[in-house]
């Protein structure tokens, strides 16, 4: 396998600046009653129409065991991330994916190399992750970034957006106040270890909200395969919470 790019370069090339001007009702023009809710919810007026974002998070991550991680992340959800988190302070590295290649790169205390991949089922398997993490920056799944929205009824909306040859279709069950309670995604992944990738259900499961920089995102939750199935509980694998998120300035106007 080829050498993949410092994590640290990926995320200065991630961190999109945001088209000029700001969030007003005028983003939502056409757009079906519930999804207008629910971006009213979670943008306020006059935020930043960021394309990217920088988060922390801490949290479990289930490795056989559970165990804790600290972690940072650029997420530009049509474009790709790098995730970079130390776990149970021995383990270090980085998920990361763009321009239409992903890459998984971890250590044992920094030295012993445990997990090294890559390849095009690795990067299909990384652009469902970050679409379904989109809902952490509700801005960046405007129409003015090409994302499609649809709702079912009050409290069911899908956003559909593609990323390189990967077509996303992101299906959100809402709260009554409009926030997103969970989300729902089929994403290509190996998660049994069969040798042999496919289609599976994957989803996160809200477990609380927060405000940053003038967007409400679920700060707090669990995620994994099988979502929405009676194996859901098996393919929980990750719980996270959300302590910080920035968004990326507008850009400045030319003189």
Do not use: C
Not at 110 to 121: F, K, N
Not at 192 to 218: C, K, L, Q, R
């Amino acid at each position: 396998m080829g050498g993949a790019p410092a994590a640290g370069r990926l995320e200065a090339d991630l961190s999109l600046p945001s088209p000029a001007g700001a969030f007003s009702d005028g983003e939502l023009d056409g757009l079906p009653e519930p999804v207008r809710r629910h971006f009213r919810a979670a943008i306020a007026p006059g935020a930043p129409l960021a394309a990217s974002a920088h988060l922390r998070m801490r949290g479990r991550i289930k490795l056989g065991l559970w165990l804790p991680f600290r972690a940072r992340q650029v997420l530009a959800p049509h474009r790709g991330f790098v995730w970079a988190a130390r776990v149970a302070g021995i383990i270090s590295g980085s998920d990361r994916y763009i321009d239409g290649s992903g890459w998984m790169q971890w250590k044992l205390l920094g030295l012993v190399p445990i997990v090294r991949a890559e390849g095009p089922d690795i990067s299909r398997s990384s652009v469902g992750r970050f679409g379904a993490e989109s809902v952490w920056l509700p801005t960046s799944l405007l129409p003015r970034f090409g994302v499609a929205w649809t709702a079912d009824d009050d409290s069911h909306v899908t956003a559909r957006f593609q990323v390189d040859d990967v077509e996303l279709a992101l299906h959100l069950s809402l709260d009554d106040r409009a926030r997103v309670r969970s989300v729902q995604l089929e994403r290509w992944a190996d998660p049994e270890n069969s040798g042999a990738f496919a289609w599976h259900p994957f989803g996160m499961e809200v477990d609380g909200y927060a405000t940053y920089d003038g967007v409400s995102i679920p700060n707090r939750g669990r995620g994994g395969w099988f979502f929405g199935t009676d194996r859901w509980p098996e393919g929980d694998f990750f719980h996270y919470e959300i302590t910080d998120l920035s968004l990326q300035e507008p850009r400045r106007r030319e003189p």
